[in-house]
């Protein structure tokens, strides 16, 4: 009964969000509405699925496990990695079962401080920070056995994100490492155009002290090295006299104490020309700020809520599907609530 009523209250809610994000198309209006639950008060609330050992009343039991304890995530988002499948005891005598659960433990470097995110199969899993040293690290206990596919997600400190994915076969029993994983530097560069003999900089961040390829082709390949500092920031500034004109690509990898090698990091576009145009500095908005206002609160709740189990157009997909599952959900009204700033 209790968990009827909190659907309908939910319901309600999304509704309500709604009739504001139409009405605040054309006038502003005071919102004296619900506000969704605070993150971490140990209460479970409105866009909650769980608030530290707050559940609602649900168990492993609720989500089609045999047994386990459900944890919470530091969003507030549900961590089934602690409930566990049992397959049923076979015929004849004598004997108990094998526990039928594993173990991954999956650690990096990413860029210092930055916030890591881990999903698997579209769902978050867990969210951590790096440490000064770039280093994090997360432990899922209890997994059954089967494929996993994983993602790990960070930001530098401007926004810039990169990612890292790669698969698991785990076994009955099994504790998997997944160690010494180095996720790509992020990478931008200051000039959309440059006049052919000017500087134009390749910036970006990776793990402190790391060594930093940066590759820029267009006919033929280039490589320079340059260095991060104690921050992790890294920068090289390249004379375009050597460059012919016309459009390039620049990607860089890090590589840390000569034995960790990162995948490239996404590419950047520049061009070499007979004029220098700066390059747009784009708006970098928080995670969940939908109206990328500064804030987030009860508008972008309310504009989640008008994409609540809608078919997404790509522009939605890119600024309102959170995880990035391809639809919005209970998780991400989690993370926004994560996220409020009101």
Known sequence: MKIFFKTIFFILIITTS???????????????????????????????????????????????????????????????????????????????FVPSYGKIIISGYAQPKSEVTLMSDGTIRSITRAGDDAKFSFTLDNLSPGN????????????????YTFSVKLETGQTITAGNILLSPTIDVDKAEVKRGDFISIFGFAPPQ???????????????????????????QLGTDILEKGEHL????????????????????????ERTVAKEVKKVCLKADLNCDGRVNLIDFSIAAYWYKRKLTPEAKQKVDLNGDGKVDLIDFSIIAYYWTG
């Open 18 to 96: 709604f009739l504001i994000y139409q009405k605040s198309k054309s006038t502003s209006v005071t919102v004296t509405a619900i506000v969704p639950g605070v993150c971490g008060n140990g209460i479970k609330e409105i866009g909650e699925q769980c608030d530290e050992n707050d559940f609602g009343g649900q168990t492993c039991f609720n989500f089609g496990y045999s047994g386990g304890n459900l944890s919470c995530n530091a969003n507030c988002t549900l961590n089934f990695s602690g409930c566990t499948l049992v397959p049923p005891s076979g015929g004849g005598g004598g004997g108990g």
């Open 148 to 163: 996993y596919l994983f993602t790990l997600y960070s930001e530098d400190k401007v926004g810039r994100s990169n990612l």
């Open 210 to 236: 790391a060594d930093i390829l940066i590759n820029v082709s267009s006919e033929e390949e280039l490589f320079f090295r340059t260095n991060a500092n104690k921050d992790g920031f890294y920068l090289y």
């Open 250 to 273: 620049t990607k860089s990898k890090a590589i840390l104490a000569n034995q960790l090698v990162s995948n490239y990091s996404k590419v950047v576009s520049f061009k070499v020309s």
